[in-house]
């Protein structure tokens, strides 16, 4: 399931989020890369341990704490603290596929299963060419560009790829998640099953028999098939 999130951070929030990038150190991506994806990655990343990471870190699971659309389409069980990449000129990611398990940053070495990625635009389409995030899946190719503070969301198996950067920068923040349902079909199903209650809650109330017996559905087969 692709989908993609309007408005995760307004306006505000990203200007906030530039000017802490603007005055952070920048190193080069391929140190969160595997082996494989780092012979065609060519970017820059702020370190993951740095204070502005952290910081903006916990701004951006802030934000997705409070998007219902987000919670509903990936059911996190964790999430990665997220991180943040810039692409300049001539700057680029070839096509891969991203690792199946991570390590969570500050652990002793815990580890996660990355299910869904997603990534936060930081800067609009028009301040940049190229740069287009290109995610191959079983309906085609998506070429993914939206403006700052809209967010893609898409299974981490998907093989993705960022095009050549043409013209000015590219400014995002990236993270993965391991869902509750580590199956994408059943969590595309489930996401669309919570699409059309919130839909048909808004017609008929939440008394509504109907309304009752598909959400009644909806929690049963979450927990049916909810890894926790």
């Known amino acids: 399931m692709l989908i993609t999130v309007p408005n995760v951070l307004t306006r505000e929030e990203v ?21 494989q994806a780092a012979k065609s990655k ?3 990343q702020i370190p993951v ?6 910081e903006l870190g916990e701004f951006i699971l802030k934000a997705l ?25 001539g700057m680029t990611f070839g ?35 190229g740069g287009e995030l290109v995610i191959e899946d079983t309906y085609g190719t998506h070429s993914v560009k939206l403006p700052a503070g809209d967010m893609v969301v898409y299974p981490a198996s998907s093989l993705h790829r960022v095009m050549p950067v043409t013209r000015g920068s590219r400014w995002g923040s990236f993270f993965w998640a391991q869902s509750m349902i580590a199956d994408d079909w059943l ?17 008929l109330g939440d008394d509504d028999p109907s309304v009752l017996a598909l959400v009644n559905h909806y929690h049963n087969l979450l927990r049916r098939f909810a890894q926790l």
């Open 65 to 89: 704490g409070r998007n219902p659309i987000y919670n509903s389409a990936v059911l996190p069980l964790y999430v990665l603290p997220p991180m943040f990449n810039r692409y300049d000129v």
């Open 49 to 54: 341990d740095s204070a502005e990471a952290r």
């Open 187 to 203: 969590r595309s199903m489930l996401y669309e099953l919570d699409m059309s209650i919130i839909d048909i809650r808004q017609k």
């Open 42 to 44: 060519n970017n820059l």
């Open 95 to 129: 096509a891969h596929v991203d690792n199946s398990i991570r390590v969570v940053p500050g652990t002793a070495g815990m580890r996660i299963r990355a299910d869904v990625s997603t990534t936060i635009f930081l800067t609009d389409p028009d301040d940049y060419d």
């Open 15 to 35: 200007l906030h989020c530039r000017k802490v990038l603007e005055n952070s150190p920048w190193v080069d991506g391929r140190v969160t890369a595997g082996d």
